[in-house]
């Protein structure tokens, strides 16, 4: 199978098979985004087969992954995007998870994706190009700061693994809102953990097991672990 459109048709029905994918937007965006664009340099076969794909490294160890299709559609599912919305997402990577989120919120919302490695910014800012996804800012930066400029935000959703919930992403998102963030250890095992903000406070509410690259601030030289990948699938 070497078409890139069958796949993708066939990654996504996959996906739904598992119950991954539960709603007719994520299923609608996965068809339409076509993954393998963002993952140029990487064999249709494993571009669209359910792992994560390691695209930068550094001492040996994945700095930044393609996080696993089955978890890229759980974490949107979690996140619960609607049209209209203002999305920030910590952690740009390949761009694939922005040009998703770009349909989702569609021509009235808007996404703001933040990532720490200009190398990884421009080629996402290009794959973006590439695949035709539009309303997309891709800007360079520590996610862990979020992007104070265009705030406040409906959503928050973070692609890499934290300690912790940074500051910035709860103070800019707004009463209502919704972050999704994988809380993991120094290994970046951990869970994919949904909070809603009510009274100016953030509710923990659904995990799902998960190993992810940890998240990595503009002063932190330590080589981040895991890989965007569920456990106990």
Sequence with gaps: ????????????????????????????????????????????????????VPVKRSGGSAISS????????????????????????????????????????????RVVSVEL???????????????????????RGDGALGHPPGAPYDRVIVTAGAPSVQPAWADQLVEGGRLVVPIVDERGAGSVVVFDKVDGHLHRGRETPCGFVLLRHQESEEPPAGAGTPRGE
């Design 1 to 52: 199978m070497d078409d890139p459109a069958a796949r993708r048709a066939a990654m996504v029905d996959r996906l739904r098979r598992s119950r991954a994918v539960r709603t007719e937007p994520v299923e609608q965006a996965l068809r339409a985004v076509p993954l393998h664009v963002f993952l140029a340099d990487t064999p249709l076969k494993v571009a669209y087969a359910d792992h994560a």
């Design 66 to 109: 393609a996080s696993q299709p089955t978890m890229v559609a759980m974490m949107l599912e979690d996140l619960q995007v609607t049209e209209g919305h203002r999305v920030l997402e910590v952690g740009t990577g390949t761009g694939y998870n922005a040009a998703l989120l770009a349909l989702l919120v569609g021509p009235t919302g």
């Design 117 to 139: 490695e200009g190398d990884l910014a421009r080629s996402a800012q290009r794959h973006l190009v590439d695949a035709g996804a539009v309303g997309v800012e891709v800007v």
